[in-house]
């Protein structure tokens, strides 16, 4: 029986046996072009994650970036500091397009499940307003917007990340490629991998350290407050992809095969070390509580945590996060003031570990 329990034939009418049983639902190649039979849910943890991104939405300009400003133009910022910011929006700028581009142009088509389908609808809106944040930020400070959405033409290092990326993509869009076959599947799962877990899930981590350490130091406070809504969004985004990933090879467990396995780490190794060599650039002197030395750990740190949550070993070996408090920086509702002019109380957030990158996988927060 069809997943999507419709044929390419005109239903018969009367026939009532061919509504959907939610146990024939699948992932992936079901009908791409079909109504979205949402209901009767098959993959409650897919429709969780829309409930809960709906449940978290903010906007970059509620947020004022009048200290910011007044930070910017004084003398209190470095020059090692004002790099770093900088390369870090330029990455981060042009990044969460990126994203967004992923979501339209290569999983909405194959990922064929309604439930999952409405949470990328979510996301894709998430991912422009995470966009829209480094319009605001730019044009807040009064930076050269030329100079940040074009660094990663001028920038090798973030050039190399983006290319990483862009590369996951186009594998996707060829018009040869299905996921009708094993082959088609992982080349899918490795785009899966490259940014749920790389892009959003390694990239991103180490950005949002970056930016958040200011604000832990009572500087440029208004981009520390959007990063931490940000990372609120990444990390739902991280623990569906995960999900995602875990069940479409849940379903399709031929395609987990060692060699497969081994290309995924090669895959996470090489983003390891476009990561390093991104914070290198960042960070030629260190700044204050930050070096590369703690990145390098920081990144194989929560390295080792993703591959935890795709059940295959650590393999980085760092024990402990170089930057602790990341994972307090998850508890919002302990932020005093934080957006408390609309917003009472917090969803609870279970899932402190991923900012961290410690503890365990688990999406526990689905289920409490
Ligand atoms: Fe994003
Ligand atoms: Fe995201």
């Known amino acids: 029986m069809s997943c999507c329990n419709v044929g390419d034939q005109r239903p018969d009418f009367h026939d009532l046996g061919k509504r959907i049983n939610p146990e024939n639902k699948r992932l992936i190649n079901c009908k791409a072009v079909d ?3 949402l209901m009767p849910l098959k993959y409650h943890w897919a429709w969780e994650f829309y409930l809960k991104g709906c ?3 903010w906007m970059p ?10 930070i ?4 209190r910022l470095t020059a ?3 790099r770093m910011i900088m390369r870090n929006l330029g990455f981060f700028s042009t990044a969460e397009s990126l994203v967004g581009n992923n979501i339209v142009l290569a999983i909405f088509r194959h990922v064929t499940n309604p439930e999952a389908r409405q949470y990328l609808l979510r996301q894709a809106f998430e991912e422009a307003v995470h966009t829209h944040t480094f319009h605001y930020i730019v044009e807040s400070l009064g930076l050269d917007e030329r100079e940040v959405f074009n660094m990663y033409h001028e920038v090798n290092s973030i ?5 990483f990326e862009m590369k996951l993509t186009q594998d996707i869009m060829d018009p040869n490629f299905s996921t009708a076959t094993d ?3 992982r080349t899918f799962i490795k785009n899966l991998i490259g940014f749920y877990v790389i892009m959003e899930g390694i990239f991103f981590y180490s950005g949002f350290v970056m930016i958040l350490s200011f604000k832990n130091r009572a500087l440029m406070t208004g981009i520390g407050e959007q990063f931490e809504y940000i990372l609120r969004d990444e990390s739902i985004h991280l623990s569906f992809g995960i999900e995602l990933i875990n069940n479409i090879i849940n379903e399709n467990p031929q395609v987990w095969t060692d060699e497969f396995q081994q290309e995924i780490l090669e895959l996470i190794d090489h983003a390891v070390e476009l990561e390093i060599a991104y914070a ?3 960070l030629p002197n260190g700044i204050i509580g930050l070096n590369v030395g703690m990145f390098r750990d920081y990144v194989q740190y929560i390295a080792d945590r993703r591959l935890v949550r795709l059940g295959l070993k650590p393999r980085y070996g760092v024990e402990e996060s170089p930057f602790p408090w990341m994972a307090k920086v998850m508890d919002l509702k302990k932020e005093k003031n934080f957006f408390e002019s609309r917003v009472t109380e917090y969803q609870p957030l279970g899932f402190e570990s991923d900012s961290a990158g410690g503890g365990n996988s688990s999406d526990d927060w689905l289920s409490s």
Request: aromatic fraction near 6%.
């Open 35 to 37: 109504v979205n039979q």
């Open 55 to 57: 449940a978290n939405n």
């Open 61 to 70: 300009t509620e947020v004022s970036m009048q200290r910011d400003i007044e």
């Open 72 to 75: 910017w133009k004084s003398n």
């Open 80 to 82: 090692d500091e004002r």
């Open 159 to 163: 050039y190399e990340k983006d290319e």
């Open 183 to 185: 082959d088609g599947i």
């Open 280 to 282: 290198q650039d960042c």
